[in-house]
């Protein structure tokens, strides 16, 4: 099964400034999902992220190995770290109508191919992974500004 949800945003940041004064009221999802293998391990990670989420929006953090399309919703949120992570969202049926790419940031081993933008050999090979599958991902930190599209970075 199939479930289109509203939005999925890579950020190594996760829940952070841009995330909750931006793209909250931006999208206004009924639901912030975090999807990653670490943080859904980290209670005290999940503890301080869940102290900005708006009282009104449901937080739930999984596992790459718990998500699947039946845990979202047509007004999800998704947040996760890496094309890694949001790749495993696709495998498990999980279909953004706005796949979005904010900040990946310099690491040891990952190159700037754009402001903000940096990526190792496994961030590529996801990243073509991504795009094989026909989703359209576009580089966008803020929604003030204008989104670029990954193949045209790549």
Same mark, same amino acid.
């Given at each position: 099964? %199939?479930? /289109? %949800? =509203?939005? $999925?945003?890579?950020?190594?940041? #996760?829940?952070?400034?841009?995330?909750?004064?931006?793209?909250?009221?931006?999208?206004?999802?009924?639901?912030?999902?975090?999807? @990653?293998?670490?943080?859904? /391990?980290?209670?005290?990670?999940?503890? #301080?992220? =869940? #102290? !900005?989420?708006?009282?009104?929006?449901?937080?739930?953090?999984? !596992?790459? =190995?718990?998500?699947?399309?039946?845990? *979202?919703?047509?007004? !999800?949120?998704?947040? *996760?770290?890496?094309?890694?992570?949001?790749?495993?969202?696709?495998?498990?049926?999980?279909?953004?109508?706005?796949? @979005? +790419?904010?900040?990946?940031? !310099?690491?040891? @081993?990952?190159?700037? +191919?754009? /402001?903000?933008?940096?990526?190792? @050999?496994?961030?590529?090979?996801?990243? /073509?992974?991504? $795009?094989?599958?026909? =989703?359209?991902?576009?580089?966008?930190?803020?929604?003030?500004?204008?989104?670029?599209?990954?193949?045209? +970075? #790549?």
């Amino acid at each position: 099964m %199939t479930t /289109e %949800t =509203a939005f $999925l945003r890579i950020d190594d940041r #996760l829940v952070h400034g841009q995330v909750i004064v931006g793209w909250l009221p931006e999208i206004k999802p009924d639901r912030l999902v975090v999807v @990653n293998d670490k943080i859904s /391990e980290d209670f005290m990670r999940q503890e #301080l992220m =869940a #102290l !900005s989420v708006p009282p009104e929006i449901d937080l739930q953090f999984y !596992s790459t =190995a718990e998500i699947d399309d039946q845990k *979202v919703s047509q007004t !999800s949120f998704i947040l *996760v770290v890496s094309p890694r992570d949001a790749w495993a969202c696709l495998e498990k049926g999980i279909k953004p109508r706005r796949f @979005n +790419i904010g900040g990946m940031h !310099s690491r040891d @081993n990952k190159e700037e +191919i754009f /402001e903000a933008l940096h990526l190792d @050999n496994e961030d590529r090979k996801y990243f /073509e992974k991504i $795009l094989d599958s026909g =989703a359209m991902p576009v580089f966008q930190p803020t929604p003030q500004n204008e989104p670029v599209p990954l193949g045209d +970075i #790549l």
